[in-house]
């Protein structure tokens, strides 16, 4: 192979990166977070994607997902440990009697 044709092939190797890259649906609509009791304990709008999120300290036991991107929420406060995947527009936790999860904060997938 030439050195020319390596050289576009590398190329085009970097442009098709660089567009896969670009495909992650941004974190763009609302989180709902919510107690035992079915109140409302916080709502995001549009969170950045790149960080940790923090719910309130006591932590929540439904997360409502309405964003453009999945999530993982975790029990721990700073994104760390087991967690639980939440796709797009999707909700976990609330459900009547028992012992619910406690989340304490999130994070956005491939983001």
Do not use: E, K, W
């Not at 085009?12 to 989180?31: E, H, K």
């Not at 300290?57 to 997902?65: F, K, L, N, W, Y």
């Not at 527009?89 to 491939?110: I, K, Q």
């Amino acid at each position: 192979m030439s050195r020319s044709r390596t050289v576009a092939v590398l190329l085009g190797g970097v442009a098709l990166v660089v567009a896969l890259a670009g495909c992650s649906d941004p974190p763009q609509g609302t989180v709902t977070a919510t107690n035992s009791d079915g109140s409302v304990v916080q709502i995001v709008s549009n969170p950045a994607a790149t960080s940790c999120h923090r719910f309130a300290p006591i932590g929540v036991t439904a997360v409502m997902d309405g964003t453009l991107a999945d999530m993982r929420l975790y029990a721990s406060a700073n994104c760390t440990g087991t967690n639980d995947y939440l796709s797009t527009n999707t909700s976990v936790g609330g459900g009547p009697g028992g012992l619910a999860r406690v989340f304490r904060s999130y994070a956005f997938v491939g983001q």
